[in-house]
């Protein structure tokens, strides 16, 4: 048995951040319907990209415009513990799912809104994506270019991931007193509480925070990083396999004020290794390195294929583990399906 065994969720979600959500609670062993559109979710013409977002889920189409179709959503919602849109404020109410609605049938259920700015603020009815989201959060750096299609799409994942956790605390909370709630979850919201956690600090062209913290080029137009910060120890190590050990003994607060001076000896020292150089030998020393790798590469690591994290969940419990990789349900392939 998952953790989640038994929680019901009805998933009216499309595109990445509440289908990530949904599918980190189905990994977790809830069951998730997902809801979707006639026709299906758009994200479905992206197969490579709906699959990874959408196992362990099933599925029903409904039209919230039609009486019969929103009657039968609203009765799974009655069943259910958990239920998540992702509309823009105001949708949910003008297609008879909203939160007043639903939970007035269901005063136990868990009502999770997931949308760009939250339902209410001068922001919420501002269309947006991802980019949209770190820009007004503070998350996009002053010299930040526009991004890849295989960015990371930072705020989407966090949302997705705070979503999940607020749900699971909610429904502890209704098991335990029969009553539900209402989560409003701004994606630009979650950026701008991270931000806000990290105090402003004066930025140094080209250079960490601090010397051996950063991104440094290799002799094979590779990339590592180097994580030291105040570790005595790891500054050592460093230096030493760096041949640097005029700045092994160097301490922490005399490392800050010659920040530029000793991150340069550092990005010099590194240029003459190539990638695989550098992290055998930084490794070996202890020294905190990691390669800068590509989507490709991560995904032959042997260190996240041993540990199941890819295809699977990135939570990992001993006494109740997470779902294997599962199947993705075609599209209304659970209608006709029993709810009890």
């Known amino acids: 048995m998952a953790l989640l065994d038994g929680l019901r969720v009805l998933d009216l979600t499309m595109w990445r951040p509440g289908p990530y959500a949904t599918q980190l609670l189905a990994q977790l062993g809830a069951d998730v319907i997902k809801v979707e559109p006639p026709g299906g979710e758009p994200m479905r013409m992206f197969r490579s990209h709906f699959d990874l977002l959408n196992r362990h889920k099933r599925s029903?189409?409904?039209?919230?415009?039609?009486?019969?179709?929103?009657?039968?959503?609203?009765?799974?919602?009655?069943?259910?513990?958990?239920?998540?849109?992702?509309f823009r404020p105001g949708v949910a109410d003008r297609l008879g799912v909203g939160h007043e609605v639903v939970r007035a049938l269901n005063p136990r259920l868990v009502y999770c809104s997931l949308s760009?700015?939250?339902?209410?603020?001068?922001?919420?009815?501002?269309?947006?994506?991802?980019?949209?989201?770190?820009?007004?959060?503070?998350?996009l750096p002053p010299d930040a270019v526009?991004?890849?299609?295989?960015?990371?799409?930072?705020?989407?994942?966090?949302?997705?991931t705070m979503a999940a956790f607020a749900i699971t605390?909610?429904?502890?909370?209704?098991?335990?007193?029969?009553?539900?709630?209402?989560?409003?979850?701004?994606?630009?919201?979650?950026?701008?509480?991270?931000?806000?956690?990290?105090?402003?600090a004066t930025r140094r062209e080209g250079t960490g925070p601090v010397p051996g913290y950063?991104?440094?080029?290799?002799?094979?137009?590779?990339?590592?990083?180097?994580?030291?910060?105040?570790?005595?120890?790891?500054?050592?190590?460093?230096?030493?396999?760096?041949?640097?050990?005029?700045?092994?003994?160097?301490?922490?607060?005399?490392?800050?004020?010659?920040?530029?001076?000793?991150?340069?000896?550092v990005?010099?020292?590194?240029?003459?290794?190539?990638?695989?150089?550098?992290?055998?030998?930084?490794?070996?020393?202890?020294?905190?390195v990691a390669p800068l790798l590509t989507r490709a590469e991560m995904m032959a690591h042997e260190h996240?294929?041993?540990?199941?994290?890819?295809?699977?969940?990135?939570?990992?419990?001993s006494v109740h583990p997470p779902l294997p990789p599962g199947p993705v349900a075609e599209l209304d392939r659970h209608r006709d399906q029993g709810w009890h």
């Not at 501002?126 to 770190?134: A, K």
């Open 60 to 86: 029903v189409a409904f039209d919230l415009k039609d009486d019969g179709d929103r009657a039968r959503c609203l009765e799974l919602a009655a069943g259910a513990e958990v239920f998540v849109e992702g």
């Open 116 to 139: 760009g700015y939250g339902a209410d603020g001068p922001l919420a009815k501002v269309p947006g994506h991802d980019v949209n989201y770190r820009a007004y959060a503070a998350a």
């Open 146 to 160: 526009s991004p890849d299609a295989d960015e990371l799409p930072v705020a989407d994942m966090a949302a997705a």
């Open 169 to 200: 605390a909610a429904c502890l909370k209704a098991r335990a007193t029969g009553l539900g709630d209402r989560i409003d979850l701004g994606m630009a919201d979650v950026l701008a509480n991270w931000v806000g956690t990290v105090p402003t």
């Open 214 to 265: 950063g991104v440094y080029p290799t002799k094979d137009d590779q990339k590592i990083t180097l994580g030291v910060v105040s570790e005595e120890n790891l500054w050592a190590a460093t230096c030493g396999v760096l041949g640097l050990d005029e700045y092994a003994t160097v301490p922490f607060l005399e490392r800050l004020g010659r920040v530029e001076e000793l991150d340069e000896a």
């Open 267 to 288: 990005a010099g020292a590194v240029a003459g290794l190539t990638r695989d150089e550098a992290v055998e030998r930084l490794g070996a020393a202890g020294a905190p």
């Open 304 to 317: 996240f294929a041993s540990r199941g994290v890819i295809d699977g969940s990135p939570v990992r419990t």
